[in-house]
Every structure is written in structure tokens, then in C-alpha cells.
């Protein structure tokens, strides 16, 4: 395989467990944990077909662990501020899974990504007339897949 053919592989490789994440998340908000387990197990596969395998291994699930210690106590601290959560246990376990393909480097343009398309769909929500409030919810599963995607694409994987 040539490299540009490699690295689009990469990138479509975790594609039906997305799709399946974001489906679900829309249908009924939630992510399964088999869905978020299957993708970390995914990526943990792809990170060994990369590089040295212990090392590689190694540094995957090292940045898995980052991403849910770092996402889960976000989670937790915007609770303890506002009395709700804000973002779903599913959501954080996804992004851990996601960090595992992408290592740590590549959560920001992940998290960028999936933030900027959910604001935007929320904008165009708004502009088609659906009232939003506080208490709204958005299932962001399907903007989470489209960040990790972008990001292995630009380049940053495990």
C-alpha cells in the first residue's frame, strides 16, 4: 500500500463502529459500552499494525487512560458547577477509545472538530425554528465520529 492509501485506510478503518455509535447515540442517547469497547479494541489492533508493537501498544492505551482521566473529570467538575451533567459517560468513554487511534496529539482537532459541527448544527437548528434551552440535549456521538475521522485524516494517529 502506498503511504497516502495506508493512512485512508487508517482513517476508514474505525468507520462502521462510528457509524454504529452515532446512530445509536441519535436513536436512543446513548453510546453502548460494546460500541466504545469494539473501538478501543479496534484501535488498539491498529496501533500494533504502525510501529513496535509493545511500544506502540503501550502509547495507545497510555493516551486511552489520559483521555477518560482528563474527560471524565471535566465531566464531573461541570456537574459539581451546574448540579447536571454535561457531557455523557459515553461520549467520554468514545473519546478515550478515539485517543487510542489518534493518540493524545490528536484529541484537540478531534474535540475542535466535533465541537465546531455541533455548535453549527445547533446554530441551524435554531435558524429553522427549533427552540433550545438549558435543559436541551444533543446527542454528540455522530459530531465525536466526524472529529475522529478528520483527525486521523489529517494525519495524527497513535
Same mark, same amino acid.
Given at each position: 500500500?502506498?503511504?497516502?492509501?495506508?493512512?485512508?485506510?487508517?482513517?476508514?478503518?474505525?468507520? @462502521?463502529?462510528?457509524?454504529? +455509535?452515532?446512530?445509536?447515540?441519535?436513536?436512543?442517547?446513548?453510546? @453502548?459500552?460494546?460500541?466504545? #469497547?469494539? #473501538?478501543?479494541?479496534? *484501535?488498539?489492533? =491498529?496501533?500494533?499494525?504502525?510501529?513496535? +508493537?509493545?511500544?506502540?501498544?503501550?502509547?495507545?492505551? +497510555?493516551?486511552?487512560?489520559?483521555?477518560? /482521566?482528563?474527560?471524565?473529570?471535566?465531566?464531573?467538575?461541570?456537574?459539581?458547577?451546574?448540579?447536571?451533567?454535561? /457531557? *455523557?459517560?459515553?461520549?467520554?468513554?468514545?473519546?478515550? =477509545?478515539?485517543? !487510542?487511534?489518534? %493518540?493524545? &496529539? %490528536?484529541? @484537540?482537532?478531534?474535540?475542535?472538530? =466535533?465541537?465546531?459541527?455541533?455548535?453549527? &448544527?445547533?446554530?441551524?437548528?435554531?435558524? !429553522? *425554528?427549533?427552540? /433550545?434551552? %438549558?435543559?436541551?440535549?444533543?446527542?454528540?456521538?455522530?459530531?465525536? =465520529?466526524?472529529?475522529?475521522?478528520?483527525?486521523?485524516?489529517? *494525519?495524527?494517529?497513535?
Amino acid at each position: 500500500m502506498s503511504p497516502d492509501l495506508s493512512e485512508l485506510f487508517f482513517a476508514l478503518l474505525p468507520l @462502521p463502529l462510528t457509524v454504529a +455509535a452515532a446512530t445509536i447515540d441519535l436513536r436512543r442517547r446513548i453510546i @453502548p459500552d460494546r460500541v466504545n #469497547l469494539a #473501538l478501543l479494541v479496534l *484501535g488498539l489492533g =491498529a496501533s500494533l499494525l504502525r510501529g513496535p +508493537a509493545l511500544p506502540q501498544l503501550g502509547a495507545s492505551l +497510555a493516551a486511552a487512560a489520559a483521555a477518560f /482521566l482528563l474527560l471524565w473529570s471535566l465531566r464531573a467538575a461541570y456537574a459539581r458547577l451546574r448540579g447536571r451533567t454535561g /457531557l *455523557g459517560l459515553g461520549d467520554v468513554k468514545f473519546i478515550a =477509545a478515539a485517543a !487510542a487511534w489518534t %493518540g493524545l &496529539a %490528536g484529541l @484537540p482537532l478531534m474535540i475542535l472538530v =466535533a465541537s465546531l459541527s455541533a455548535l453549527a &448544527a445547533v446554530g441551524l437548528a435554531v435558524l !429553522a *425554528g427549533r427552540r /433550545l434551552d %438549558g435543559t436541551s440535549r444533543l446527542p454528540f456521538a455522530p459530531f465525536l =465520529a466526524l472529529g475522529l475521522h478528520v483527525a486521523l485524516l489529517a *494525519g495524527h494517529t497513535a
